[in-house]
Nanobody, 127 residues
Framework: QVHLLESGGGLVQTGGSLRLACTAS????????LGWFRQAPGMERDFVAG????????VVANSVLDRFSVSRDYAANTMYLQMDSLKPEDTAVYYC????????????????????WGQGTQVTVSS
């Protein structure tokens, strides 16, 4: 069982930046593909970004390309989502997730593939 805890959400003005962190309970985190998803009220949970077990493959959704980036720190059992040039449409609850996999280089852009989820952190971008 992997327990995930997100942090770093908050209220920011349009054009501002936030860095979200997702910290895992133990080192089994290191053998999981990781992902960030977001869900706005009344909307489905959408893929934002993901990073493979070996940290080489990174996938970012087209809607946030060139503004968001994903990384992971193995020593700290933590994944990050750097969000720059934020827009009001980025407002949502952001979730991190972990997927057990035998592949070291794959990223899953679909929520159903992930086994473990954090509780979410609210990001609000004011206009």
């Amino acid at each position: 069982q992997v327990h995930l805890l997100e942090s770093g959400g908050g209220l920011v003005q349009t054009g501002g930046s936030l860095r979200l962190a997702c910290t895992a309970s133990d080192s089994t985190f290191r053998t999981h593909t990781l992902g960030w998803f977001r869900q706005a009220p009344g909307m489905e949970r959408d893929f934002v970004a993901g990073i493979s077990v070996n940290g080489v493959t990174k996938v970012v959704a087209n809607s946030v390309l060139d503004r968001f980036s994903v990384s992971r720190d193995y020593a700290a059992n933590t994944m990050y989502l750097q969000m720059d040039s934020l827009k009001p449409e980025d407002t949502a609850v952001y979730y991190c997730a972990a997927a057990a996999t035998s592949s070291t280089s794959i990223v899953f852009p679909v929520a159903s593939r992930y086994n473990y989820w954090g509780q979410g952190t609210q990001v609000t971008v004011s206009s």
